[in-house]
Every structure is written in structure tokens, then in C-alpha cells.
């Protein structure tokens, strides 16, 4: 059975807009207790906001759906491409309710690398600090790059092992 529409009159329908309106007025702003306490006062013009990687976990799951039919594919590349989605967004998904990024690639499309921050210098027994090329490091003020590196060993130069051989067998004298 088909329930009519029930009619409404125009004074009718304006106390019922003022009704749902202080409804609203009423209600308490939302505290976003499906993701992790750590996230939630990051401002929505971050680039790892939680609205943005929403809109990335929408985007993702359509990339997904429309990749469905690669999941059983006999081509390994078409069958990687559904994995990564799909690890993707179970990244994205644990991001969210962990607070831990735990990917390499971020953004709607996977269009831009994961940087690291060095928040602890490690340093060699002569002194020296012991840094890695593309990462960030506070004392000097940025990316360490492959010319810094270049520089550095040049510095640090290391005498060239020589190879030592464990049996000199050719080389003894037959008795």
C-alpha cells in the first residue's frame, strides 16, 4: 500500500521550518569521535586535514570501483594497480582513526612523496653528523642534497680497502 502525501498548508510548513530551524540552533557542534584526538584541531587548510583525506577515501573508493574487475586479472601490473588502491586506502582509513600516516605517497591522486624530518642527529665516531639525501634537517635549515652529500664525503675521505683474498692456493709452491 502507497501512503499519500500528506498536505501541507503554507503556515503549516513555515512553523515546521522554524521548528527544524531551532532544532539546529539547538544542536551541539560535532566532536568528531571517529577520528584519532590528535587530529581533530588541525585546521581544514592543512594538507593531511581530516576533511581532505576524506575527500581522498571518497576518491579512492571510486578509483576502486572502477578497477573491480582488475582484481582477479591474469596481468600482474593491472592486479598490482588494484592493490595499491586498495592499500592506499586502507592507509588512509587507518590515518584517520590512528593518527599515524603510514604511506609513501599522499594526496587525492597519490601525486605527491612523503618527506622526512630528522628530529634526532646521529653522528659518526670523528664527529661528524650522519645524514641521509632528501631528508629535512633542522640544523641546517633544510633538505640535505646529493651536492651537500658530494661535498661531505670529500671531506671525509676514506682510504679505499684493499680486497684480501682468504686462500692463496695458486700461489704457494708445490713441494
Not at 500528506?6 to 569521535?33: D, G, H, V
Not at 595499491?84 to 593518527?99: D, F, K, S
Request: proline share 3%.
Amino acid at each position: 500500500m502507497v501512503r499519500k502525501k500528506r498536505q501541507l498548508s503554507e503556515e503549516q510548513r513555515q512553523e515546521l521550518r522554524e521548528r527544524l530551524e531551532k532544532a539546529r540552533e539547538a544542536k551541539a557542534p560535532s566532536q568528531q569521535l571517529t577520528i584519532n584526538e590528535s587530529l581533530r584541531g588541525i585546521p581544514d587548510t592543512d594538507p593531511f586535514s581530516p576533511a581532505r583525506v576524506r575527500g581522498w577515501i571518497r576518491n579512492t573508493q571510486l578509483k576502486l570501483k572502477a578497477l573491480r574487475g582488475l582484481k582477479d586479472s591474469k596481468d600482474l601490473k593491472e592486479r598490482a594497480m588494484y592493490v595499491r588502491e586498495e592499500v592506499y586506502l586502507g592507509n588512509l582509513q587507518n590515518y584517520l582513526r590512528t593518527g599515524v600516516y603510514c604511506d609513501n605517497r599522499w594526496g587525492a591522486e597519490q601525486q605527491h612523496k612523503v618527506s622526512y624530518k630528522c628530529v634526532a642527529m646521529a653522528y659518526y665516531a670523528d664527529g661528524t653528523a650522519k645524514r641521509s639525501v632528501g631528508v629535512w634537517y633542522p640544523d641546517i635549515g633544510g633538505k640535505y642534497t646529493v651536492e651537500m652529500a658530494e661535498e661531505d664525503n670529500a671531506k671525509r675521505s676514506v682510504p679505499d680497502k684493499v680486497k684480501v683474498h682468504k686462500s692463496y692456493r695458486n700461489m704457494r709452491k708445490k713441494v
